[in-house]
């Protein structure tokens, strides 16, 4: 039980690389992770757009970091809940390119 405690302060330091890699961009997990993981297994890679993974480190980053204040502060259902859809927002965008917050954000560009 003892990770229990320790989980909420493990997510706000994963919250504040993504806001590092908002800030800049050889930071980003996200953008790594797509780089060196995801785009050599794709048949057609694409140019990757470095502004919309900056914008969805920094959404993400800001969520993360609300959800780990909640889970602290004892808030923990609803800390977790915006954790683990940021969690998921994360895996869409890394493992596929179906991030919805970033689709927005292409789509608000346009």
């Known amino acids: 039980m ?12 994963i919250a504040f690389n993504l806001l590092a890699g908002s ?7 996200t953008r790594g992770w797509h780089r060196f993981f995801v785009a050599p297994l794709l048949a057609n890679p694409t140019l990757e757009e ?4 900056l914008r969805a480190d920094a959404v ?3 969520l993360a970091f609300a959800g780990s204040v909640f889970v602290i502060t ?9 954790v683990g859809l ?25």
């Open 2 to 13: 003892m990770w229990a405690e320790a989980a909420g302060w493990l997510v706000m330091l």
């Open 23 to 29: 800030v800049a961009s050889g930071l980003s997990v």
């Open 50 to 53: 470095s502004q919309a993974y």
């Open 60 to 62: 993400y980053g800001t």
């Open 74 to 82: 004892g808030v923990a259902p609803i800390g977790w809940m915006i």
């Open 86 to 110: 940021c969690a998921l927002g994360i895996c869409l965008d890394s493992l596929g390119g179906l991030n919805p917050i970033r689709r927005v954000i292409d789509a608000m560009r346009m």
